[in-house]
C-alpha cells in the first residue's frame, strides 16, 4: 500500500525559512512525479511545485523564487525547501505522487505551517 508521510511542519517568523519532508512507501518511487499542494484556511487546495522522475521541476508562480522542490530517490524522500516565508504561506502542506498514473493518484494526510510574528 502506498503511503505518504510529511513532516518538518511548524510555526515560523515571516522570513523565515523551512523544510518539509515526505517519505513514500509501498513502492518504489523513482520513475514517479512528485509533488506538494497547500490548502489555506477557507480556499482550495493549490499546487506549489512537482517533480519528475528526471528531475525536472515546475513551480507556481508564488512559489517560483522562494521553494526549491527536490528528491533523494534512495530515501524514497521528496523534500519542499521555503524560503522567505509569508503569512500569505501558512497553509496545509500535502505530498503527492503519480503512482502508476498521469495524475497525483496518492496523497500525504498534510502537515501544518504557519507563518506568524
Known amino acids: ?3 505518504l508521510i510529511e513532516s518538518g511542519g ?9 523544510r518539509l519532508s515526505c ?3 509501498g513502492a518504489a518511487f523513482s520513475s514517479n512525479a512528485l509533488g506538494w499542494f497547500r490548502q489555506a484556511p477557507g480556499k482550495e487546495r493549490e499546487f506549489v511545485a512537482s517533480i519528475n522522475w528526471a ?3 515546475t513551480y507556481s508562480g508564488d512559489s517560483k523564487g ?5 528528491r533523494d530517490n534512495a530515501k524514497n ?9 509569508k503569512p ?18 496518492f496523497w500525504g494526510q498534510g502537515n501544518q505551517v504557519t507563518v506568524s510574528s
Not at 511548524?10 to 523551512?18: I, K, M
Not at 522562494?66 to 527536490?70: G, N, P, V, W
Not at 524522500?77 to 516565508?85: D, E, K
Not at 502542506?93 to 495524475?103: F, I
Open 77 to 85: 524522500t521528496v523534500y519542499l525547501q521555503m524560503n522567505s516565508l
Open 88 to 105: 500569505a504561506d501558512t497553509a496545509v502542506y500535502y505530498c503527492t505522487t503519480s503512482y502508476r498514473s498521469n495524475e497525483f493518484n
Open 66 to 70: 522562494r521553494f526549491t522542490i527536490s
Open 23 to 25: 517519505a513514500a512507501s
Open 10 to 18: 511548524e510555526l515560523v517568523q515571516p522570513g523565515d525559512s523551512l
Open 1 to 3: 500500500q502506498v503511503q
Open 55 to 57: 528531475g525536472l521541476t
